[in-house]
């Protein structure tokens, strides 16, 4: 796919970083505390090791929230969704050198509100993909284009890289979930006419699941499994 568009609530492309430690040569285990309100995210450190780093998201604004880590082109490195207010929740990544930003979304609607985090050190080494996997969405499916993904087996240690057209009349995403039911990597809300990309290395094995989870969208049928062995 071409001219790819680059948003957030255009998020695209995703280049996902989290899970490259190996690659980092450090592991600071450094903490972020982050406080999210109804206009700001307050970051208590703009400057970390490159590392695995855990960021400790507090949501003080009046509606439930989420925080995004976001690398250099905007892509999600790791997030967490679905935070009440006045609770606590941890965002666990493992980054390289580099600019990033820790984006707050009151509401969970919206273009949320970011600060820069100067990661320093050693850069990660780029995930190339060993594969690609394209796919349209229109209402309410999934239709990939030649191997489907539903019921596909991945192997663990697989790099891939998945491309969405959105066709349909509402947007839509592509989100993917680790084993025990955790975010690993999203196309995010994509516009109808609008494509966007992300790229999800496969470490564990297990069950996945792929799903839109805009609205009603999984209950009518955009939602899958595959394996990784």
Not at 129 to 156: D, L, Q, W, Y
Not at 214 to 222: P, Q
């Amino acid at each position: 796919m071409k001219n790819t568009t680059r948003i957030f609530t255009r998020f695209a492309p995703m280049a996902l970083l989290a899970l490259l430690g190996a690659c980092s040569g450090e592991s600071s285990g450094e903490s972020i505390a982050v406080t999210g309100t109804n206009t700001a995210c307050e970051l208590d450190t703009n400057t970390v090791v490159a590392g695995t780093i855990k960021v400790k998201f507090t949501n003080k604004a009046d509606q439930i929230s989420e925080i995004y880590l976001l690398d250099s082109e905007q892509g999600v490195v790791s997030e967490v969704e679905n935070v009440p207010t006045g609770a606590t929740r941890t965002l666990n990544a493992t980054v390289g050198a580099g600019s990033y930003t820790v984006l707050c979304k009151p509401g969970q609607e919206g273009d949320g509100f970011g600060e820069t985090l100067t990661v320093t050190g050693k850069a990660a080494a780029a995930a190339k993909p060993t594969k690609t996997i394209e796919m349209t969405t229109t209402e309410h499916r999934f239709e990939f284009i030649g191997n489907p993904v539903e019921g596909a087996t991945f192997e663990a240690g697989e790099v891939v890289r998945f491309e969405l057209s959105n066709e349909g009349a509402e947007k839509h995403e592509f989100e993917v979930l680790l084993p025990n039911g955790e975010p690993l990597g999203e196309i995010g809300p994509t516009e109808p006419g609008k494509e966007g990309a992300v790229t999800m290395t496969f470490t564990e094995k297990g069950t996945y699941t792929f799903l839109c989870d805009i609205e009603d969208h999984k209950a009518m049928g955009m939602v899958g499994t595959f394996e990784v062995a």
